[in-house]
């Protein structure tokens, strides 16, 4: 049995959930000519192993294939750059295996020129119809340009500028609000209106940018957190493999591998 698309879609609801993984598959397949139009953003449904059973045009161009089928039945660690894929990975793992939702996870991606880029991931678990997790569902969107025609651009672009300039020492929601004028309620909304982050992942953005450069050397890792607005080691740690799925250490060393 085939089940409607946009039925599929609505995970909440026991009635509609599929009995099996392959199912979901099925009732999706209508949608992805619509998924492969979209540019800008990586769709995918993976099985309980976290292997891809179906993504659209753009994540297959970005694993750097032509077609889609070399990337079916594979995880993300064995089709993405070794700094980045293993963490991903492990992240749909911790969907698969504790049922863990992903809501506007900022993370970092690298480019052929070895830059970072950035996108904001979504993931949540696929359940049928007996609560057993079969699946996960995720998007990953590129991280926008801000959108300068925001009345309120001026004084956002000020944060910004603060915040590029002053990442390297404690950055504060109250330095923040009086730079801008407004509430911290107003600020973080008109944030992700115009950056589509909330300062505190604006600051996060700016800080592993710098850690992604300067791990490129041989900097000592304490010194990287230290001059990226890190007092606490294991609090950089932490961070950073939050956003990259390694510790600095494991980061610079796949780095090294490339």
């Known amino acids: 049995m085939t089940l409607n698309p946009l039925e599929m879609l609505n995970l909440d609801d026991a009635r509609h959930r599929p009995e099996n993984i392959e199912q979901m598959i099925a009732g999706m397949a209508p949608l992805l000519p619509i998924l492969d139009a979209i540019p800008n953003a990586a769709i995918f449904i993976k099985d309980a192993q976290a292997r891809y059973l179906m993504a659209n045009r753009t994540l297959v161009q970005r694993c750097g294939l032509k077609q889609l089928q070399p990337l079916l039945g594979k ?4 089709v993405f750059p070794a700094q980045l894929g293993p963490g991903y990975t492990e992240q749909d793992r ?3 295996q504790q049922g863990v939702v992903l809501e506007d996870q900022l993370e970092l991606h690298l480019f052929g020129s070895r830059e970072p880029g950035w996108c904001l991931t979504h993931k949540r678990p696929i359940r049928g119809r007996q609560e057993r997790i079969i699946g996960l569902v995720g998007i990953s969107v590129d991280l926008q ?7 309120a651009y001026g004084r956002l672009a000020a944060v910004d500028d603060y915040i590029r300039n ?30 589509h982050l909330t300062p505190r992942q604006m600051i996060h953005k700016v800080r592993l940018e710098h850690a992604h450069r300067l791990l490129l050397g041989d900097l000592p890792i304490t010194e990287v957190a230290m001059q990226c607005g890190y007092t606490d080691h294991s609090a950089f740690t932490r961070q950073f493999k939050t956003l990259t799925g390694f510790t600095p250490r494991q980061y610079r060393q796949a780095t090294g591998e490339r």
């Open 75 to 78: 995880t993300s660690a064995q």
């Open 145 to 151: 340009a801000a959108g300068d025609t925001h009345p």
């Open 94 to 96: 911790r969907v698969l």
């Open 166 to 195: 002053h990442f390297n020492a404690p950055v504060t929601m109250q330095e923040l609000t009086r730079i801008a004028g407004m509430s911290v309620a107003q600020l973080e909304r008109y944030c992700k209106r115009v950056f």
